[in-house]
């Protein structure tokens, strides 16, 4: 009977090509295939590392339908491997389907770990990160942006979010105002790369920097915010309480009001998705 093969799943650099490790690329050379987000990117990244492999594209559109050909492939003894454009797959990025289907058909699969923005960020940023939550990217529209963050405005841990180019100062408003103006925050822009820039103060001062500076406007961001603090913690969980007591005798807008009202709490963390 034919073994199958294995999904390694492959970090690839953000930036740098320096980042790509050793393990990384004797894997990708020795595999059947390459899937691949964007197969020109990854055929550039290949090219310059001197590898010759198929690629098969696979991205947030056709994941669905090419996961079972390529589960297919794997049982017959091909093994594979599954990079995204930058960093580490799956992290805000296409391939957990595959992965899933992969595991479900008692496949293997290998991480061969590397580089990762939030992880590069969160390294450098000054922030704690004992403990962190990563949001990635936020919705695109204002309001469905604001709502999330209003929900987070109590969250204790370091926040990880990543943004895009021609919404980085956006984001930064919409941030100040729900977190407060002078909440500490740290904006990581184009990190490993030629014009990298890792700039911290408080997210009205980040604003400003970006609003005033067309360079901080360009490329990649990930921006990290500190938490509320364990206060805020606190009257989270203690409104979060008094909302499901209350929420068995009123509608769940009043029982979030009256129970942010009581404990401190910001009403949309207790109703609107806060409360699951």
């Known amino acids: 009977m034919q073994r199958p093969g294995t999904l390694f799943v492959v970090a690839t650099p953000i930036g740098n090509l320096g980042d790509l490790s050793p393990r990384a690329l004797d894997t990708l050379k020795k595999v059947s295939a390459v899937c691949a987000e964007d ?28 996961a079972g050909p390529l589960v297919a492939r794997l049982l017959a003894g091909e093994s594979l491997a599954l990079v995204s454009d930058a960093g580490t797959p799956l992290v805000s990025d296409p391939g957990f389907r595959l992965v899933r289907a992969a595991r479900e058909a008692g496949i293997a699969v290998s991480p061969v770990p590397g580089a990762s923005a939030l992880v590069a960020a969160l390294s450098v940023a000054g922030l704690p990160s004992d403990r962190f939550i990563f949001e990635g990217f936020l919705p695109a529209k204002a309001n469905a942006r604001r709502e999330r963050l209003a929900m987070l405005a109590a969250e204790p841990r370091t926040l990880i979010f990543y943004e895009s180019a021609h919404r980085i100062e956006d984001m930064l408003a919409d941030a100040a105002a729900a977190f407060g103006a002078e909440r500490r925050a740290v904006v990581a822009r184009e990190l490993t790369k030629l014009f990298e820039t890792v700039l911290d103060g408080s997210l009205a001062d980040l604003a400003q920097r970006v609003r005033a500076d067309p360079n901080q406007r360009k490329g990649e961001f990930v921006l990290l915010v500190h938490g509320a603090g364990e206060a805020a913690d606190a009257k989270v969980t203690e409104g979060r309480r008094l909302y499901a007591k209350l ?22 963390a207790l109703y609107g998705g806060g409360n699951e």
């Open 247 to 268: 929420s068995e005798h009123l509608p769940p807008s009043t029982a979030a009001k009256v129970a942010a009202e009581w404990s401190g709490a910001p009403r949309k």
């Open 39 to 66: 197969t020109r990117h990854t055929r550039q990244l290949l090219s310059h590392f001197g590898v010759d492999r198929p690629l098969v594209a696979l991205h947030e559109h056709n994941e669905g339908d090419a």
